[in-house]
């Protein structure tokens, strides 16, 4: 088999790829190798920021987001229960984010693939990457080879693709953080109509949602925490008493249908090219869920890229492509930024002493009252410019 550009991962990077290029008339051929059903299932990211919202639509697939999505225009910070806003769309000249869960947008992108021509091979086992440093790279699996002009490894963190660069090439940067997140979805109203992130001195907690009808909470938990350990009325419990007492009097319990425990980790590589290999998304950088960044980043590094290979099959020039790891690095690092600062503001580390705490409170009451301090956060919440 022969196409422009192996995609190796049908997730948000890889599927969003695929789109971008086959609108383009650009050959391409995905590589996954697990089911649609498992890809499609993953409980994961939920706040998508206005790029990610425009090349949805640019797609024409925006139509169910737009009808099924909450618009959110601000979100809130809590102080051991004491709630403050920020107004994003004022601070931003009307900018918002839309609540739409990652396996909605997946089941949209999975919809759409075949009527355009997006092929894609499930339950790919064993894909390993061939010659990506010479003019005539391929992938093979177990029973297939796919040969192309470039490969774009959208495998995600635990993909092959990444150990394809040689390690005298690649670099990487990483903060492991002490803590991470217990999550749950409950088919209850949310608490509050937009996201509350909570500062409490037991730790962070978050209110959010993915409907009008369904809830997701997250509390800052170590490590080691076992998931049976924490019955439904447990983490009610916790949640309640870390959002405070003015938005526990909104929390609507009931059963839980999903919980998980997830690390939070920092992560980038650099370069984000080798090559004919370009990684983009999960493959090169991983951020702590606070920002809600990771899906996002995982949009802008492909739009970079087939905006590339757009000006390479049809106006034959390398300029993109040659450019592109510079270009995606410089947005995703920003994204790291922020991440690790909105993470490092409202979380409990377990070194942190007195002081730490106290400097965390003024941080937190300087955005309360800082017009300039919330903007900052509204811009990178609602997402820099391309
Ligand atoms: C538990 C969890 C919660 C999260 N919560 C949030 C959140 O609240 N907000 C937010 O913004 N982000 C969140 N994220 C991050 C967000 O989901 C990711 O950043 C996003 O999925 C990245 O998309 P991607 O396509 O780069 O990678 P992935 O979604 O990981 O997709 C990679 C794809 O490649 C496939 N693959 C892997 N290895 C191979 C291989 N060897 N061969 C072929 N295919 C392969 C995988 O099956 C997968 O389908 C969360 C992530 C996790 C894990």
């Given at each position: 088999?022969?196409?422009?550009?192996?995609?190796?991962?049908?997730?948000?990077?890889?599927l969003?790829?695929a789109?971008?290029?086959?609108?383009?008339?650009?050959?391409?051929?995905?590589?996954?190798?697990?089911?649609?059903?498992?890809?499609?299932?993953?409980?994961?990211?939920?706040?998508?920021?206005?790029?990610?919202?425009?090349?949805?639509?640019?797609?024409?697939l925006?139509?169910r987001?737009?009808?099924?999505?909450?618009?959110?225009?601000?979100?809130?910070?809590?102080?051991?229960?004491?709630?403050?806003?920020?107004?994003?769309?004022?601070?931003?000249?009307?900018?918002?984010?839309?609540?739409?869960?990652?396996?909605?947008?997946?089941?949209?992108?999975?919809?759409?693939?075949?009527?355009?021509?997006?092929?894609?091979?499930?339950?790919?086992?064993?894909?390993?990457?061939?010659d990506?440093?010479s003019?005539?790279?391929?992938?093979?699996?177990?029973?297939?080879?796919?040969?192309?002009?470039?490969?774009?490894?959208?495998?995600?963190?635990?993909g092959?693709?990444?150990?394809?660069?040689?390690s005298?090439?690649?670099?990487?940067?990483?903060?492991?953080?002490?803590?991470?997140?217990?999550?749950?979805?409950?088919?209850?109203?949310?608490?509050?109509?937009?996201?509350?992130?909570?500062?409490?001195?037991?730790?962070?907690?978050?209110?959010?949602?993915?409907?009008?009808?369904?809830?997701?909470?997250?509390?800052?938990?170590?490590?080691?925490?076992?998931?049976?350990?924490?019955?439904?009325?447990?983490?009610?419990?916790?949640?309640?008493?870390?959002?405070?007492?003015?938005?526990?009097?909104?929390?609507?319990?009931?059963?839980?249908?999903?919980?998980?425990?997830?690390?939070?980790?920092?992560?980038?590589?650099?370069?984000?090219?080798?090559?004919?290999?370009?990684?983009?998304?999960?493959?090169?950088?991983?951020?702590?869920?606070?920002?809600?960044?990771?899906?996002?980043?995982?949009?802008?590094?492909?739009?970079?890229?087939?905006?590339?290979?757009?000006?390479?099959?049809?106006?034959?020039?390398?300029?993109?492509?040659?450019?592109?790891?510079?270009?995606?690095?410089?947005?995703?690092?920003?994204?790291?930024?922020?991440?690790?600062?909105?993470?490092?503001?409202?979380?409990?580390?377990?070194?942190?002493?007195?002081?730490?705490?106290?400097?965390?409170?003024?941080?937190?009451?300087?955005?309360?009252?800082?017009?300039?301090?919330?903007?900052?956060?509204?811009?990178?919440?609602?997402?820099?410019?391309?």
């Amino acid at each position: 088999m022969r196409t422009q550009i192996a995609i190796i991962g049908a997730g948000p990077a890889g599927l969003m790829l695929a789109h971008l290029l086959r609108q383009q008339n650009i050959d391409c051929v995905v590589l996954e190798n697990r089911t649609r059903e498992y890809v499609e299932g993953r409980v994961r990211a939920g706040v998508l920021e206005q790029t990610t919202v425009r090349v949805l639509d640019r797609l024409g697939l925006g139509e169910r987001m737009h009808s099924e999505g909450l618009v959110h225009e601000g979100t809130n910070l809590a102080i051991d229960g004491e709630i403050f806003r920020i107004d994003m769309a004022a601070l931003t000249g009307g900018a918002t984010v839309m609540v739409y869960g990652q396996q909605e947008v997946m089941h949209d992108l999975f919809n759409a693939a075949e009527a355009r021509g997006v092929k894609i091979i499930f339950e790919a086992k064993g894909v390993a990457l061939h010659d990506v440093d010479s003019t005539r790279p391929y992938v093979t699996w177990q029973g297939g080879r796919l040969d192309c002009d470039y490969i774009a490894g959208c495998d995600g963190a635990h993909g092959a693709s990444r150990g394809a660069i040689p390690s005298h090439v690649i670099q990487t940067f990483e903060r492991v953080y002490p803590f991470g997140w217990l999550g749950i979805l409950a088919d209850v109203p949310p608490a509050s109509h937009e996201l509350i992130y909570a500062n409490h001195a037991r730790g962070f907690a978050l209110a959010s949602m993915r409907s009008a009808g369904r809830s997701r909470y997250y509390l800052q938990c170590a490590l080691d925490e076992r998931l049976e350990d924490w019955p439904d009325e447990r983490f009610w419990d916790e949640v309640c008493l870390r959002l405070g007492e003015q938005t526990a009097a909104q929390v609507t319990r009931g059963p839980s249908f999903e919980k998980s425990i997830a690390p939070l980790r920092s992560f980038v590589c650099e370069p984000m090219r080798w090559g004919r290999l370009f990684l983009a998304g999960d493959a090169a950088h991983i951020v702590p869920p606070t920002g809600a960044k990771g899906l996002n980043l995982a949009v802008a590094d492909v739009i970079v890229l087939a905006a590339a290979f757009a000006e390479f099959y049809h106006g034959g020039s390398t300029a993109g492509i040659d450019g592109y790891s510079a270009k995606a690095l410089a947005r995703v690092w920003k994204g790291e930024r922020f991440s690790w600062w909105f993470t490092s503001l409202t979380h409990r580390f377990p070194d942190m002493d007195g002081f730490d705490r106290k400097m965390q409170v003024a941080e937190l009451n300087y955005i309360r009252g800082s017009r300039a301090a919330q903007t900052t956060l509204a811009e990178n919440y609602v997402g820099l410019p391309m």
